[in-house]
């Protein structure tokens, strides 16, 4: 009985460890990826918009903080996803990455949302905002097209 009381007690500890973990807080630099001068995003008004809805909270450093991202086990999971995301594309660093890289990325969003790996299917399910139609998946890939041949023009 004794092993059973030391290994609940255990459990309460470490559950009242995880729920004391602060939450997530967005990054205090907010860009403004909207400005052609700052970010050099040459997007389209509605492609704007999807990329807002569709890849922001994991893809910027304009994450939106969902509910149970303050809840204890949830949290962790959240953060290590927004930090993969941004580790592979962070638009808020956009004007950072050369030419080229941009254009590789941007090939990159179109096959990724074609196949319908982004957004993931677990955020997706949270997230019905962020689902990509054919329709969006097509103006997206329109644009990625369109950008990345630019991109490697002026960059080359």
Same mark, same amino acid.
């Given at each position: 009985?004794?092993?059973?009381?030391?290994?609940?007690?255990?459990?309460?500890?470490? %559950?009242?460890? #995880? @729920?004391?973990?602060?939450?997530? $807080?967005?990054? !205090?630099?907010?860009?403004?990826?909207?400005?052609? *001068?700052?970010?050099?995003?040459?997007?389209?008004?509605?492609?704007?918009?999807?990329?807002?809805?569709?890849?922001?909270?994991?893809?910027?450093?304009?994450?939106?903080?969902?509910?149970?991202? %303050?809840?204890? #086990? @949830?949290?962790?999971?959240?953060? $290590?996803?927004? !930090?993969?995301?941004?580790?592979?594309?962070?638009? *808020?660093?956009?004007?950072?990455?050369?030419?080229?890289?941009?254009?590789?990325?941007?090939?990159?969003?179109?096959?990724?949302?074609?196949?319908?790996?982004?957004?993931?299917?677990?955020?997706?399910?949270?997230?019905?905002?962020?689902?990509?139609?054919?329709?969006?998946?097509?103006?997206?890939?329109?644009?990625?097209?369109?950008?990345?041949?630019?991109?490697?023009?002026?960059?080359?």
């Amino acid at each position: 009985m004794r092993v059973r009381e030391v290994i609940a007690a255990a459990l309460v500890i470490v %559950a009242m460890g #995880l @729920a004391a973990r602060p939450r997530p $807080r967005p990054s !205090a630099t907010v860009a403004d990826l909207s400005s052609d *001068s700052k970010m050099q995003v040459h997007a389209p008004a509605p492609v704007m918009s999807l990329l807002r809805r569709a890849c922001f909270d994991c893809h910027s450093d304009e994450t939106r903080w969902p509910w149970y991202a %303050a809840l204890p #086990l @949830a949290s962790h999971l959240v953060e $290590r996803d927004v !930090a993969a995301g941004r580790g592979q594309l962070n638009w *808020s660093q956009w004007e950072h990455y050369n030419p080229f890289d941009r254009a590789g990325l941007l090939d990159q969003a179109c096959e990724l949302a074609s196949m319908h790996t982004m957004p993931p299917r677990p955020y997706r399910i949270m997230h019905a905002e962020a689902r990509l139609s054919a329709a969006d998946v097509s103006e997206l890939c329109a644009w990625t097209r369109v950008e990345a041949m630019r991109l490697v023009q002026v960059g080359g």
